[in-house]
């Protein structure tokens, strides 16, 4: 997949994403609500994780995926770098 391609999946999916876990979110009290930083990571590798599925890949594996991408990029990956380096570790 090129960039191109994945970046067109990400500014499809972001939409369906905010409406699928903001209902979630909303149900987090504010004494346990997560801080902004950590939801914006957590968007990150859903919005990998949701282009991932969207591509064909079952639910958990691209979960396996990008968790493995993320532990080894770290926490300043875009969802751009998880998607791209999560496939390159699939295919091969």
């Not at 997949?1 to 876990?21: C, H, P, Q, S, Y």
């Amino acid at each position: 997949m090129g960039k191109k391609t994945a970046e067109r999946l990400i500014i499809e999916m972001k939409d369906r994403l905010k409406k699928r876990f903001s209902s979630a979110h909303d149900l987090l009290s504010p004494e346990i609500s997560t801080p902004q930083v950590e939801v914006e990571r957590m968007d990150s590798r859903l919005e990998a994780e949701s282009a991932l599925a969207a591509l064909g890949y079952k639910p958990a594996q691209a979960t396996k995926a990008v968790e493995q991408v993320y532990k080894q990029l770290g926490a300043q990956a875009s969802s751009e770098d998880l998607i791209r380096h999560a496939l390159k570790s699939m295919i091969s």
